[in-house]
């Protein structure tokens, strides 16, 4: 069993920069693979971006690359997505999930364990 707690959204304007943070806790956490989701009113869940185990490999949505980066540290048990150059189609409520199957995949349903989600507001 793992939980997940999902901290450091709020309200930024457009061009600026945020960094969510993910604590998990639980039994081996460093053996799941772990990824941002993000969802806004009135539209599916979107894959944003993954990480392996160890942190060696990554994968991001296009809409995303060059602006978002996922990182974790093992050692303190945090996922972070470190955002830049906000936009306002950025705002959604944005979900950490862990999982041991389907590798860095873009597929929800390959996740095991969600966050409750924070939101994240880009907005003049």
């Known amino acids: 069993q793992v939980q997940l707690v999902e901290s450091g959204g709020g309200l930024v304007q457009p061009g600026g920069s945020l960094r969510l943070s993910c604590a998990a806790s639980?039994?081996?956490?460093?053996?799941?693979?772990m990824a941002w989701f993000r969802q806004a009113p009135g539209k599916e869940r979107e894959f944003v971006a993954a990480?392996?185990?160890?942190?060696?490999?990554?994968s991001e949505t296009d809409s995303v690359q060059g602006r978002f980066l996922i990182s974790r540290d093992n050692a303190k048990g945090t996922v972070y997505l470190h955002m830049s150059k906000l936009k306002p189609d950025d705002t959604a409520v944005y979900y950490c999930a862990a999982g041991r199957q389907g590798g860095l995949g873009s597929n929800p349903s390959s996740y095991d364990y969600w966050g409750q989600g924070t939101q994240v507001t880009v907005s003049s």
């Open positions: 990480i392996s185990e160890s942190g060696d490999s990554t």
């Open positions: 639980g039994r081996n956490t460093w053996t799941y693979h």
